[in-house]
């Protein structure tokens, strides 16, 4: 029998490939096709009989919408029954991720308020269960803010520091410096940070402010302010 977190996963991974796409919904061909990569390999000797119930779960889970579209084979496209239902699953897969110390679900288009909350919840109220990490989440955070700027990632690890420390201004992440040039930051409000050092060289910083912080020594090179 299929575990039951293989079920959270794989809604977690269609949540992220539809954010990504910036698509209302999704074929059924991608369910299949994340069994064949994700469940195959790790039970080589499961029956097709666990393979269906499995397939049967994630089309029929209450969370999802089915669309009356269908493709030339008759195969039909689904949806989030609700924004938040795909928000919360995109939560939980950066959060066990960060909790492993890999930032790469961050890699997706600028992630919503309601997304950085859920995963702050999930890390706060989960650890004790042992389903994740809020220490290294923390660090894992703090690592990525101080390398190399990586696009989307490094945008997102900064959203979710700015959530932290809104809802916990005694606990959040704290990088050594930001290394943030060519990043998207337009909008963004920086309140009370410690940037010494930082860089923001041909950064986009259209309407972001800089409110109570030290910039000592940060550099700006090239980087569009108004």
Same mark, same amino acid.
Do not use: C, D, Y
């Given at each position: 029998k299929i575990p039951g977190n293989m079920k959270a996963e794989c809604m977690e991974s269609m949540a992220s490939n539809l954010w990504i796409k910036q698509a209302q919904s999704e074929h059924i061909d991608n369910i299949d096709r994340?069994?064949?990569?994700? &469940?195959?390999?790790e039970f080589p000797g499961i029956s097709l009989t666990a393979l269906e119930e499995f397939k049967t779960d994630m089309r029929t889970?209450?969370?999802?919408?089915?669309?009356?579209?269908e493709d030339e084979r008759g195969k039909g496209f689904f949806c989030f029954q609700h924004r938040? +239902?795909?928000?919360?699953? &995109?939560?939980?897969? &950066?959060?066990? +991720?960060l909790s492993s110390a890999?930032?790469?679900?961050?890699?997706?288009?600028?992630i919503s308020d309601e997304t950085a909350e859920f995963v702050l919840g999930l890390l706060k109220t989960h650890q004790a269960l042992g389903e994740y990490d809020l220490q290294e989440s923390k660090?894992? &955070?703090?690592k990525t803010l101080e390398e190399s700027y990586l696009p989307q990632i490094s945008e997102n690890a900064l959203l979710l520091l700015l959530k932290w420390k809104e809802l916990s201004p005694d606990f959040y992440p704290l990088p050594r410096r930001f290394c943030l040039s060519r990043a998207s930051l337009s909008g963004f409000i920086f309140k009370s940070l410690d940037l010494r050092n930082s860089l923001f060289d041909e950064a986009e910083l259209e309407g972001a402010r800089f409110i109570d912080c030290d910039l000592s020594h940060s550099s700006f090179c090239g980087a569009k302010m108004k």
């Open positions: 994340w069994v064949q990569k994700n &469940i195959l390999p889970a209450t969370f999802l919408n089915w669309s009356e579209k938040s +239902f795909q928000e919360f699953f &995109i939560a939980r897969r &950066i959060a066990r +991720f890999n930032p790469e679900p961050l890699n997706i288009p600028k660090k894992t &955070i703090e």
